[in-house]
């Protein structure tokens, strides 16, 4: 049985690595960067809002540490599934965020660094994808709130999968 476990072990990291060679996401520098946190901004007229809720790049590593900010996390468990925001307060190393359709969305270490992860309960656990190496299937966008808790923006997906602020 510990040889079967082991196997399984090694072709679940060759397959991860094979994986994460193909979708790595290339690095923007500092300026393409900015001009993706503004193309990424919610389009709201509250100002608050526009001024404190962040998009966030999977470069900027934002789990590496613990910060006790709220984050907002739009994913989906599965390609014909409607998108679904999750939101969750970074004030542990791991946490399970949300769940749909026996998929789990987290924030752990699965050997890869801490991250945002989608696996798939099934008897075992089954990895399916982490933020920084989704290619857009499972991930649509991280944003971070940059203020008060009191405050937290009320967000929502229209049916097209777009994020905007319920008011």
Known sequence: MKKILSLLGTITLIGTSTTSLVACNTQCNEDELEQLKIENKINTTNQEIKDNLEWIAPQEKPFNEVDNKYYFVVWHSDKNNDWRIAKFKNNSSVTKIDNFNN???????LGMGRDLYITKESGFIKYLSVWKNDDGTYFKAVYRWNNEEQKLPNLDIDKDGNVKVNT
């Open 103 to 109: 998929y789990v969305l987290e924030k752990t270490d």
